[in-house]
């Protein structure tokens, strides 16, 4: 069945940058939608960037410019670059596959355990 596994986490200044991963298993259909979401403590799982099969990608509104989704199929991997990043952008970041709702919704059929991402 599919595998997601997350890397990348870990702990930044305000201002820095970090590269999340997501390794994704020969299982992963090619035309499924990918994303990353992120939830912090007490908060609700919230949408940060959609890529769809045919390489159109969304963000969440108050991220773009900042962060940037991509997919390396060779690698089958799917990235998140997340630039000047802000104490705000504090969560646990999740890897997701399978969108059956809007792109930004937390309703896709196959998750990640999450990495971490810390900024003070």
């Known amino acids: 069945h599919v595998q997601l596994v997350e890397s990348g986490g870990g702990s930044v200044q305000a201002g820095g940058s970090l590269r999340l991963s997501c390794a994704f298993d020969?299982?992963?259909?090619?035309?499924?939608?990918m994303a990353w979401f992120r939830q912090a403590p007490g908060k609700e799982r919230e949408g940060v960037a959609s890529?769809?099969?045919?390489?159109?990608?969304i963000y969440a509104n108050s991220l773009k410019g900042r962060f940037s989704i991509s997919k390396d199929n060779a690698n089958n991997t799917l990235n998140l670059q997340m630039n000047s990043l802000k104490p705000e952008d504090t969560g646990m970041y999740y890897c997701?596959?399978?969108?059956?709702?809007?792109?930004?919704?937390?309703?896709?059929?196959?998750w990640g355990r999450g990495t971490q991402v810390t900024v003070s």
């Open positions: 020969a299982y992963t259909p090619a035309n499924v939608r």
């Open positions: 997701a596959a399978g969108g059956r709702g809007l792109p930004l919704e937390p309703k896709y059929y196959y």
């Open positions: 890529l769809a099969s045919d390489g159109s990608s």
